[in-house]
């Protein structure tokens, strides 16, 4: 069984590196990243602990083991690292139905990833039904990016109802920024 909570300890975050770790683009096959997904920015623990002390980021654990995560990631840490404050400054240049992003209430998903043997059956579901649970009342948006040769990535996330608002390219990689409307019916 799995629980979705957020984050409050330190092995919690030890237990979000090892899995980021273990799905790394870097460390994977070009097939099993095609049809397993992949994650690509690696976050340091000093870092992890910075964005848990600016808001807990969500997690799936199945006996005692972290399988699964969605970073929370908030304005406040945007120049903590570089793909986020990419992230963050196109953010910032994009309008979504006229609104320019820059003065509208938003929260960025750092890193979303689900372990092997966990996915298939409803944990990134889950995962994001307890973001929106938690941060909707303050926040409007939820937005990321996603790998452009990720669509296992960008499947899941459009099933959630993101939208593709703007992209960018970073490390030579390219990305699409994807929105959620929290207040879209």
């Not at 602990?49 to 990631?73: F, N, R, W």
Request: proline share 2%; hydrophobic share 40%; glycine share 6%.
């Amino acid at each position: 069984m799995v629980s979705i909570k957020l984050v409050t300890s330190e092995e919690e975050l030890q237990g979000i590196q090892s899995l980021q770790k273990q799905n790394l683009r870097k460390f994977l096959t070009e097939s099993e990243a095609l049809d397993q997904g992949f994650v690509t920015a690696e976050y340091s623990i000093e870092f992890l602990q910075k964005m848990h002390q600016a808001a807990p980021s969500v997690i799936a654990v199945s006996e005692g083991k972290v399988v699964g995560y969605s970073l929370v990631a908030l304005k406040s840490i945007r120049n903590e690292h570089p793909l986020l404050s990419d992230l963050f400054n196109c953010i910032d240049r994009t309008k979504y139905l006229s609104l320019d992003l820059s003065k509208s209430d938003y929260v960025v998903v750092g890193q979303l990833c689900v372990g092997k043997g966990f996915r298939g059956i409803g944990v990134v579901d889950q995962l994001y039904q307890y973001f929106k649970d938690c941060y909707s009342k303050e926040y409007t948006f939820c937005i990321t990016d996603v790998a452009q040769d990720n669509p296992r990535s960008l499947k899941a996330h459009q099933k959630k109802d993101f939208q593709v608002i703007d992209s960018l390219s970073y490390g030579g990689i390219g990305w699409d920024i994807v929105l959620w409307d929290w207040n879209a019916k």
